[in-house]
């Protein structure tokens, strides 16, 4: 049997003390691709390193979690919760502060570049308010520009207005923008935002394409999986999709896409989502080109669960498709799926069971 990993939870003050704990009991952490993780532990009563110094509250305290040394999660404590049997802890990961800051009223960017021409400024102007967690804890690194679909060279430029919407929802329409279905008719770029794990400098960036195909990982039936449910959703189909939109004026822009083999198979299917955030034609069209290729055939979602003490990202990252091969009853899969995300939870007796979150690939 594989030794069980030794995992340790640190406390980092304001003023820079670490306070170490490797009697966590309940510890949990999540990681996901372009969104918030979330973590959890417990520190027993009559844990000596239990202070109101240790755990703090009524201040800013930062989380870090490591497994054998290794960093594996990093943010801030959120939430105290105490009790006869001691204090819980619950934390987010830094993507939660980019949801702290506003990101400009009415100000419209013509023809820009997604990296360097809309999120860099607005990161700058972030910055420049002063005392904001940014500036404090967090590097600017790498911001690339996504290119337009079908292209390996030909930036992709969008015409935006913003509206004092937060920072994270505007990275979030922006990885949406990026991968948009345009015009090639393909998907070919995963675009993600990060903020990185680090002892001393977590950055900032937001990459044009993440991932990559792992043909030596391979999460196999009645061997690192041990169950698994294979969902097949036909309610959600949509195949005759008019999006809306409003820009300044104001006026209503419209964008009709329809797939005439789904309405074929399924019979005519009609959807209206409303782009709040999209304030061009162009970017209107993507996205409703988009939303009619996410949901013209029905979804298909594979959940697993894995053997105990299968060691998270072993031999691949955040991004990366892993090959999975189930062969049971009628369901046949040899697929790649891209891990979007990582659920971790430890028992009290240091088993650790690991989750990683697939998605089908994007064709």
Not at 125 to 146: N, R, S, Y
Not at 214 to 227: A, G, L, Q, R, Y
Not at 254 to 278: C, K, L, M, W
Request: proline share 3%.
């Amino acid at each position: 049997m594989a030794e069980q990993p030794k995992y340790m939870v640190v406390v980092r003050d304001e003023s820079g003390n670490l306070y170490e704990f490797e009697k966590a009991t309940n510890l949990q952490w999540e990681w996901y691709e372009n969104d918030v993780g979330r973590c959890r532990f417990h520190i027993p009563y009559n844990d000596v390193k239990l202070t109101t110094s240790s755990i703090p509250q009524g201040a800013f305290s930062e989380i870090r979690i490591y497994r054998d040394n290794s960093l594996v999660w990093q943010g801030f404590t959120a939430l105290i919760s105490e009790d006869k049997d001691g204090t819980s802890v619950y934390g987010f990961t830094y993507t939660e502060i980019l949801k702290w800051y506003r990101v400009g009223f009415n100000t419209t960017y013509t023809s820009k570049k997604i990296g360097s021409e809309v999120i860099s400024p607005i990161y700058d102007i972030v910055v420049a308010l002063g005392t904001d967690i940014l500036e404090a804890k967090i590097t600017k690194g790498t911001i690339q520009d996504p290119y337009t679909t079908g292209s390996s060279s030909v930036n992709k430029t969008i015409t935006k207005t913003v509206f004092d919407e937060d920072f994270f929802s505007l990275l979030k329409d922006m990885v949406a923008t990026s991968r948009a279905d345009s015009p090639s008719g393909s998907w070919e770029q995963d675009s993600v935002f990060e903020i990185t794990f680090s002892d001393t400098t977590p950055t900032f960036n937001f990459w044009r394409d993440v991932g990559s195909n792992k043909s030596d990982v391979v999460f196999e039936m009645d061997s690192e999986i041990v169950d698994f449910n294979f969902i097949v959703d036909m309610k959600a189909v949509f195949n005759d999709v008019k999006g809306y939109a409003v820009q300044s004026g104001p006026s209503f822009l419209t964008s009709s896409q329809a797939d005439t083999t789904s309405i074929a198979s399924f019979y005519r299917r009609q959807f209206s989502p409303y782009f709040g955030t999209v304030t061009g034609q162009t970017q209107l069209d993507e996205m409703a080109k988009d939303t009619l290729k996410l949901y013209k055939d029905p979804t298909k979602t594979l959940s697993v669960n894995f053997a105990a003490n299968i060691k998270p990202f072993d031999g691949y990252s955040m991004g990366d498709s892993v090959k999975v091969r189930i062969n049971r009853g009628r369901v046949s899969i040899d697929a790649f799926y891209r891990v979007i995300g990582m659920e971790v939870v430890v028992s009290d007796k240091g088993i650790e069971n690991t989750t990683p979150i697939l998605q089908s690939q994007r064709t």
